[in-house]
């Protein structure tokens, strides 16, 4: 390999060491010992990933923790502590959260250590993979195509180096480096080969400083995150006048003592605290990382997850992606019979000379072992995904190029018809050619002899095709977009069943315009021959359409396709730089991964939709209850009678979360959920919560109207006002789970069933009525408040079929099929 060598400057005043590097053997075990001790290091912080701390400080000091706290700390100064029951929510929330968040980030920790790129560092004379914070100043780092750039540095040694800026300018072009010239961190190789010396490091580097600035706001959007906010937002508007009135009421018009009004109060406000929504969603997110890191699934940014249920079109390369990433050389038809020893020798000396070889040159390599001695190379164009084709040149022994036929060759040509033929049946086809010009001159490839037809078996994954199947189930769109020639790929396409694979599009015919492209990759499903460029703006051109896209890729071709789709996904064997900007890496490099991770992103946002409807319903219940009691406490005093207090003690509000939302809730948000989400999160959830809250919330005061004896009841009547109304709570609550929990299968059924037997056990055994200050034994009083919960019921019902009828919601949140809670 022909390289262009430079010594190295003089060590800097500010370097550790005296004596100058060595670019052929790099640093000494001593010279990495001294940046080492002087703190010259690459040592940055890893990235997405917080520390045990502040997993535990984003958990416990939270507004939900802070307000359960103050009213806990009320109740338990009124001295019963039975009523401070809520406040296990503290714990509980704080610490399922961490314990769940903790085993998120070392499923996700250990998963990045085996992801995590390895630069090649010369030291000692030789060459080894090193971790990136393993770097030190003046380090000779090797390059070669699809390496990440670890740290800035100045390049020492080139041979057709061209590096990808885009990812730090958004210049798509690639920059041609020459020895000199300055390479940044955060770009990579997108061909040729080369080296260069580390000059800074650390948080000194171009990346770290680009990563310092883009953390201040670097969330990927959610719009679940968003529309969670926007909700919590809306409740602490309803929270402030409602917990107004309810304190004005408990605490200066009812006429009760400090301790029944300030248990009330608290009463009053702790149901308005949707303490586990929040809760659910972190733990529906962590549970998701776990489960897909046992499947060698990286997730590199949570909103990822979410992002995957929302996909409609997933793009997918064929190599790598519907066949295995490696080849075998099957056959090598020469163009001249007795050209065949000259033409073996010559794949033999190409396969010799590539410092980083392609599959299909480890294919040659494998099959053609023993090389000639044919000297150094004169000349090197390595392979881009531009032109199609790489070469060597050897002085005497000719010049020689290995690319594509349907670039290289006459296509009226007899030889480049065979390869149409050949390519037709799936396999991958090559053309071995000579030139008249030298491979780096500026007329290259110049006028191309063909010498021989290299055909390569690439095997189609035993699971592709069952894959396919998956998304065509879900009303996926797969579109397999590939740089190879596009009657072979539409050859394995079409083998998968693909629908369209048959019809394959050659890419150099697609038209510039954008609209007139959207057209084309919507109506079309696989496509041979795109460029780099090409694949990036058929993914725009899709976007463009409203499609939520997924790019699944392993190439440095694929790279920035990958950058600008909804869902970055790569393969665990792609290059560094195609891991880097991926949002997901596929470390089994298996594409029938890719269903699971689907249904991972839909279970997370479908469920955490269905669990929100329950807490939200609760809180707006709760809000109006509360306005309907502080009211009829300042009507009563306007019309001089007596007020009315609140109905429930908090250990009721308590025990009415156990059994309609709490558990039921934690198990609905590991369900199965196969439907693709859409946006419009916050709609969707108000328009069931609000009217399903507004009945809860005024059936429940009717029902105690009803009961409540006036000022004068004793204390036995008090309590079974405060049961009759808990009754029609409970029973129009249980309703709306059952709503929710639509459509029904025996586990569900069983759910829904304990719930219903575990109310009837608090009511029904004498201890736990005793405990929970429960008392149903006034037939009058329960059967109003069994009457009212019935009407709730049927108005819940026709609320939800008439919004159901209005907005085309209900098949479609609660129709998806499921199966067992966490089974896939």
């Not at 990563?211 to 679940?224: D, Q, R, T």
């Not at 490696?326 to 020798?345: N, P, T």
Request: some cysteine; aromatic content about 6%.
């Amino acid at each position: 390999m022909a390289y262009d060598e430079v010594s190295v400057d003089g060590p800097r005043p500010d370097r550790a060491g005296t004596d100058a590097v060595n670019i052929d053997t790099g640093l000494t075990a001593d010279q990495v010992a001294e940046r080492v001790a002087a703190g010259q290091t690459n040592d940055v912080p890893d990235r997405a990933s917080r520390s045990v701390r502040d997993i535990v400080r984003a958990n416990v000091f939270t507004r939900i923790n802070a307000i359960l706290g103050v009213l806990l700390v009320i109740v338990l100064a009124t001295g019963s502590i039975i009523d401070g029951m809520f406040g296990l929510l503290i714990f509980a929330n704080s610490g399922i959260g961490i314990i769940q968040e903790i085993r998120a980030k070392r499923t996700l920790d250990k998963l990045a250590i085996v992801s995590q790129s390895k630069p090649s560092v010369r030291r000692d004379g030789a060459a080894a993979a090193l971790a990136p914070r393993e770097v030190v100043i003046d380090d000779i780092i090797e390059l070669g195509a699809g390496d990440q750039i670890v740290v800035d540095g100045v390049v020492v040694a080139g041979a057709a180096l061209d590096v990808d800026e885009s990812l730090l300018t958004g210049e798509a072009d690639p920059v041609s480096k020459n020895v000199g010239d300055q390479v940044l961190s955060g770009s990579f190789v997108s061909s040729g080969s080369g080296a260069y010396r580390a000059t800074e490091v650390g948080g000194e580097a171009y990346a770290a400083k680009l990563a310092e600035e883009a953390s201040k706001f670097s969330l990927v959007h959610s719009e679940l995150r968003s529309g969670i906010d926007k909700i919590l937002k809306f409740i602490t508007y309803l929270m402030i006048p409602a917990g107004l009135l309810i304190i004005y009421n408990q605490l200066f018009s009812s006429g009760e003592s400090i301790r029944p009004a300030l248990n009330g109060m608290v009463a009053a406000l702790v149901p308005m605290v949707p303490e586990g929504l929040v809760l659910m969603t972190s733990i529906a997110f962590a549970v998701g990382v776990i489960r897909l890191g046992q499947r060698q699934c990286l997730v590199q940014e949570l909103p990822a997850i979410e992002g995957l249920a929302r996909v409609d079109v997933v793009c997918a390369d064929k190599t790598g992606t519907l066949t295995e990433n490696g080849m075998r050389l099957a056959e090598i038809r020469c163009s001249a019979e007795e050209d065949r020893a000259d033409v073996e020798s010559a794949l033999a000396a190409l396969a010799a000379s590539d410092p980083r070889p392609n599959a299909s040159i480890l294919a040659v390599e494998e099959a053609l072992p023993d090389a000639p001695d044919w000297g150094a190379t004169t000349a090197t164009a390595p392979f881009s995904s531009a032109k199609k084709w790489s070469g060597q040149s050897y002085g005497d022994h000719g010049n020689w190029l290995l690319g594509a036929p349907d670039i290289l060759l006459d296509p009226d040509s007899e030889m480049a018809r065979h390869a149409e033929r050949a390519g037709a049946t799936g396999l991958r086809v090559l053309l071995l050619g000579s030139s008249d010009v030298p491979v780096d001159s500026e007329s290259a490839p110049g006028v191309v002899t063909p010498r021989a037809l290299l055909i390569l078996e690439q095997r189609v994954r035993p699971d592709a095709r069952g894959t396919l199947e998956y998304f065509a189930e879900q009303k996926v769109t797969v579109k397999v977009i590939s740089g190879d020639n596009a009657v072979s790929v539409g050859a394995v396409a079409g083998s998968l069943g693909l629908p369209g694979g048959d019809e394959p599009v050659d890419a150099r015919d697609l038209p510039g315009d954008r609209e007139e492209l959207a057209d084309e990759v919507e109506s079309a499903t696989t496509f041979g021959r795109v460029r780099p460029d090409q694949k990036r703006a058929m993914v725009g051109a899709l976007q463009s359409r409203g499609h939520t896209v997924a790019m699944t890729g392993d190439g440095v071709n694929d790279v920035l396709a990958l950058k600008d789709a909804d869902i970055g996904v790569s393969m665990g064997s792609g290059s560094p730089a195609t891991r880097a900007v991926a949002q997901i890496v596929l470390l089994d490099n298996k594409f029938a991964t890719l269903p699971y991770v689907v249904g991972e992103g839909r279970r997370v946002i479908g469920n955490i939709e269905r669990v929100s409807n329950l807490f939200l319903t609760k809180t707006v219940y709760s809000v109006l209850l509360a306005f309907l009691v502080g009211l009829s406490g300042v009507m009563s005093q306007l019309l001089g009678s007596e007020p009315v207090p609140y109905p429930f003690l908090p250990r009721h509000v308590t025990i009415a979360a156990w059994f309609t939302i709490g558990i039921p809730a934690f198990i609905l948000s590991l369900a199965p959920n196969n439907e693709r989400a859409r946006s419009g999160f916050v709609p969707r959830v108000m328009r069931l919560a609000i009217p399903s809250g507004v009945i809860i919330g005024v059936m429940t005061f009717v029902s105690y109207l009803l009961a409540y004896a006036g000022p004068e009841q004793t204390e036995v009547q008090k309590t079974q006002a405060g049961t009759t109304a808990l009754i029609t709570l409970i029973m129009i609550a249980l309703w709306v789970l059952a709503v929710v929990a639509r459509p029904y299968t025996w586990w569900k059924l069983v759910l829904l069933g304990g719930s219903v037997a575990g109310y009837l056990v608090l009511f029904a055994v004498p201890m736990t009525r005793e405990f929970f200050k429960l008392d149903p034994t006034n037939v009058g009083a329960t059967t109003s408040a069994l009457v009212c919960g019935l009407i709730g019921v049927v108005l819940v019902e026709i609320g939800w079929w008439v919004t159901g009828r209005l907005h085309g919601e209900h098949r479609r949140l609660f129709a998806a099929p499921d199966d067992l809670p966490g089974v896939h």
